[in-house]
C-alpha cells in the first residue's frame, strides 16, 4: 500500500513562486513499483485537472496551463515528487493533489492519491 502526503501549499502572489512536495511512502514493493508521479489539481466546482506528471527516469509532460512556469521533478532516493510553482494565476487557485502509478510485474495498475494541499494565488 503506498500513501502520499503533500505539503507546501498556501498562499502565493501572482508574481511570487511556491513549491510543493509529495512524499510516498509504503512497503518496499509498492514503492519500488511506482513508475510515475504527478500533480492534479481541483479548484471549486470544477473537475479534477491533469497537471504535470514525471517518470522515474525523468521523463516530463504538462497540461498547457503549466507550461512554462510549473516544474515537475523527482527525488528517486527520497521518494518525493515537487511542483516548483513560479508566476501562477489567479485562476490556478486549487486544491493540488499528488498522484502516482503503481504497476505490479502482471502490468496491474493502482493509482493512488494524496490528501491534497491547497494552493491561493491572489494579490
Known amino acids: 500500500q503506498v500513501q502520499l502526503v503533500e505539503s507546501g501549499g498556501g498562499l502565493v502572489q501572482p508574481g511570487g513562486s511556491l513549491r510543493l512536495s509529495c512524499v510516498a511512502s509504503?512497503?518496499?514493493?509498492?514503492?519500488?513499483?511506482?513508475?510515475?508521479m504527478g500533480w492534479y489539481r481541483q479548484a471549486p466546482e470544477k473537475e479534477r485537472e491533469f497537471v504535470a506528471h514525471i517518470t522515474r527516469d525523468g521523463r516530463t509532460n504538462y497540461a498547457d496551463s503549466a507550461k512554462g512556469r510549473f516544474t515537475i521533478s523527482l527525488d528517486n532516493t527520497k521518494n518525493t515528487v515537487y511542483l516548483q510553482m513560479n508566476s501562477p494565476k489567479p485562476e490556478q487557485t486549487a486544491v493540488y493533489f499528488c498522484?502516482?502509478?503503481?504497476?505490479?510485474?502482471?502490468?496491474?495498475?493502482?493509482?493512488?492519491w494524496g490528501q491534497g494541499t491547497k494552493v491561493t494565488v491572489s494579490s
Open positions: 498522484h502516482a502509478i503503481e504497476r505490479s510485474n502482471l502490468n496491474n495498475i493502482i493509482h493512488h
Open positions: 509504503g512497503s518496499i514493493f509498492s514503492i519500488g513499483a511506482i513508475g510515475a
